[in-house]
């Protein structure tokens, strides 16, 4: 299993790091100076460009783009779009990063956009659409989690590698893809905003995660209190008033904060004076593989 990782192309550091392993210079995407033309920058008509039909991103605000048009009427395209030679015919092109200001740009009356033109395959045309999705500041938790997702199922990454190239903690990775585990009906209460992402972390350990979601969000019940009903166990046991957990502040945090390290569940049972245990949980064989990685310090 390590050699089949090991064989892996890895994200290297931060976004720059991955369009320059597929061929695109994001450095000089954000400039307007005579070295962008010195670099393949052009002024393309809109007409000839078209939107992936890949892109993970279905959704665009109308509200948004119309603030971003207006920006654009006066101040211009200011970070040029990156697009690859598509179709049967010359001088047509594909969208691989930059749809939101393609569209912007059409609402605004342009005729033609800044553009840097790239060679790359639909592989690479899809990995760089997940991540400059990713880096946007309005994506819901799931969306998020599922962007991620794709980048460690479809091209192999792992979530140190993912987290390393995005500037995220790794717990930040993996606290968003446990989200992913919850059942549909809890996720769409994520996605619509009924139930926050600490809320929804702490319904993951919950026997049952759905009529909990819906008595937090009939009671209005904080993330701690959602915390304190999912560690209790049974149907009784969930009807009964809250109760302090047994185990102290201190332990429960240990738990959490190992758990999100790992990605993996971590049960901590101290006893004092006695023998005690820490039990981690893991799915798969990779899970596995990556623990004792880490606890061979490799």
Known sequence: MNERKQEKRGLGRGLAALMSDVGVDVHSAGQTSAEEGRKGLREIPIDTIEPNPEQPRRDFDAASLEELSESIRRKGVLQPLVVRPFGPHPGKFQIVAGERRWRAA??????????LVRTLNDSEVLEIAIIENIQREDLN???EAIG??????RFGHTQEQVAGALGKSRS???NLLRLLNLPAEVQDHLRAGRLSAGH?????TSADPAGLARRVIQQGLSVRETEILARQSGPKAAAKRIQPSEKDADTRVLEQDISANLGMGVTIDHRAGGESR???KYRTLDDLDQLCRLLSGG
Request: without cysteine.
């Open 278 to 280: 820490l039990t981690i």
């Open 200 to 204: 929804a972390r702490a319904l993951i």
């Open 148 to 153: 991620y997702r794709n980048l460690i199922e």
């Open 106 to 115: 059409q609402l605004a009356g342009l005729h033609a956009v800044p553009a």
């Open 172 to 174: 930040h990775i993996a």
């Open 141 to 143: 938790p799931l969306e």
